[in-house]
């Protein structure tokens, strides 16, 4: 095509020029193997305006082509193995032998009494501590789980939801400690609840009392931990809960848009929170499907910020996501097929821009993974990244009959299914009322059903079957990790401030009460205090009561 094209010159001439005089690409030249060079765009014949309307230039609206104008030969997405088990220490340990291996930011999984607020000595945790992540009960937990990690230089995305104000307060405080300030943190808090209760199920609150700490959140960190992407909001687990790819798109955008519509409503300004909201994705196995997927989802988010939010900034319509694979594609039968099927998905994820990335270990059907196992996840980022070329153009499937033709198609759907839940009253009405949760159902269904008569083949499920007498090393946990765990939060309730504790916790609650007050405050109060998550999520159920479900 023509260099004088008027829409490329000025693309070259703004978002690119602006783009490499602050981030230089990787290398000075890209090339195939026999030394031909790999252009950074490639781009029809003819620049129109249905190609400018559709796709465009990556960095500029409407994004289809990615959010930064260089992508991957700018920089690599971030790898961020998924991580957490036992004890803080155990998982500490396991995340500095990640960054050893080359991982660049780290994403902590959470047990499950920690995801719905309960203290490991708290009957209702009994048998779950440390067994699908890290136990964190207090500051000191948190402190040993960060010890010897820089988090002035490294990204930290944490997988919790209800408890997410108590665990993003806590890393701040460690922040602190280490001499690092609150705006010069990076990372994610997930703090997506409307998914919860559709999707996940570890919800505490009702819904509008979790929307009030979600906004309290934005509020806060836009003040004071700019850097900081305070939720991220998932179709992930829309998706494992059985979601068609154009479910997962349409439910996780309506998701953004009511909080966004929240935070305006409590008087938040739309350029100043927007830009630091995150998506979290799910990569399936169908290659090309998934790809579609990631574009069309970003075109979508960014014409309905323009459209119904009439933004202007560009970062308040990039969609930003990270991508884990599918753990509801990963089978216990013939583990080691489990590595293609997380090869295919991650390969899915780049080609559709992602820009933060999570693969599933081998063994993940079984139990949760070994060393060698994660190893192994973590080096097919890398091999894709090194290896396969895709990282050396943007966008590559860009053009592509059929890739553009599901890419619309995709678009179309969701949006069809936003305007359902927006004619049946919004998200949260849509929780209530069942509307939501039937969808992922019914799709749920139907999938099964597929597989269960043969028409959809699971390779060594339903279809090539072996007869396996192989045992695979799977991690076992300790009985004895939850009442060492117990014992150290005994010695810290013991050794802390009780007149500080007592006090914390009173003013938490007189501002839970007070419908203006801003939470984050007294929550980061009462940690530096010690005060347990337990005792915190204690004293707002006391106030907010809890979210029983819809009686279905």
């Not at 574009?295 to 014409?303: C, G, K, P, S, V």
């Not at 007070?514 to 006391?542: F, H, Q, T, W």
């Amino acid at each position: 095509m023509s260099k004088q094209d008027p829409a490329l010159q000025e693309w070259q001439d703004n978002e690119l020029a602006r783009t490499l005089a602050r981030f230089p690409e990787r290398k000075e030249a890209f090339t195939c193997h026999g030394g031909r060079p790999v252009e950074r765009l490639a781009l029809p014949k003819e620049i129109d305006e249905a190609y400018q309307d559709k796709l465009g230039f990556p960095g500029r609206y409407p994004y289809t082509r990615g959010v930064q104008p260089t992508m991957y030969r700018g920089r690599l997405w971030t790898m961020r193995q998924y991580a957490g088990f036992s004890t803080a220490a155990a998982s500490n340990e396991r995340y500095r032998y990640l960054l050893d291996q080359g991982q660049t930011g780290l994403s902590v999984a959470f047990d499950l009494p920690t995801q719905i607020g309960y203290d490991s000595d708290d009957p209702m945790a009994l048998g779950e501590v440390g067994k699908v992540g890290v136990a964190i009960d207090t500051l000191a937990d948190m402190e040993i789980l960060f010890d010897q990690i820089p988090l002035d230089k490294i990204s930290t995305s944490m997988t919790i939801n209800s408890p997410a104000m108590v665990l993003l307060a806590m890393y701040i405080v460690v922040a602190e400690k280490q001499g690092v300030k609150a705006e010069q943190i990076m990372g994610t808090i997930q703090n997506d609840l409307l998914k919860e209760y559709v999707a996940r199920g570890t919800y505490i609150f009702p819904p509008r009392a979790s929307l009030r700490l979600i906004t309290n959140i934005f509020q806060w960190c836009s003040a004071n931990a700019p850097r900081f992407n305070t939720i991220s909001i998932s179709g992930y687990h829309i998706r494992e809960a059985g979601s068609t790819a154009t479910q997962e798109v349409a439910f996780t955008l309506a998701n953004g848009l009511t909080y966004v519509q929240t935070a305006l409503d409590a008087g938040l300004d739309l350029d100043v929170f927007a830009p630091r909201l995150a998506f979290f994705f799910n990569a399936s196995s169908n290659l090309l499907e998934e790809a579609a997927k990631f574009r069309a989802a970003r075109r979508l988010w960014a014409r309905l910020m323009k459209e119904r939010f009439q933004a202007e900034k560009p970062s308040t319509m990039m969609l930003r996501f990270h991508t884990q694979t599918a753990g509801n594609t990963l089978t216990a039968q013939q583990v080691d097929n489990n590595i293609v099927r997380v090869t295919i998905q991650a390969l899915a994820a780049v080609l559709g821009g992602t820009q933060s990335l999570h693969t599933n270990s081998r063994d993940e059907a079984l139990s949760l993974p070994t060393e060698d196992s994660v190893r192994t996840a973590l080096r097919t980022q890398q091999i894709i990244a090194h290896e396969s070329g895709v990282a050396d153009t943007v966008d590559p499937l860009a053009g592509s009959w059929y890739i553009e033709e599901l890419t619309d198609a995709i678009e179309q759907e969701a949006l069809d299914l936003i305007n359902q839940v927006d004619e049946f009253g919004g998200v949260v009405a849509c929780i209530e009322n069942g509307f939501i949760a039937g969808q992922i159902e019914d799709a749920a269904y139907q999938y099964q059903q597929q597989i269960e008569s043969g028409e959809r083949v699971i390779v060594g499920v339903n279809e090539f079957q072996v007869d396996e007498d192989v045992e695979v090393p799977v991690m076992r946990l300790d009985p004895a990790v939850e009442d060492e765990q117990v014992r150290q939060l005994k010695q810290v309730k013991a050794e802390r401030d009780q007149e500080a504790v007592r006090q914390c916790l009173a003013d938490l609650e007189n501002a839970a009460r007070s419908d203006s007050a801003n939470l984050m405050k007294p929550v980061l109060a009462a940690v530096r205090a010690y005060c347990s998550l337990g005792e915190i999520c204690g004293v707002l159920r006391g106030v907010f009561g809890e979210y029983r479900g819809r009686a279905w």
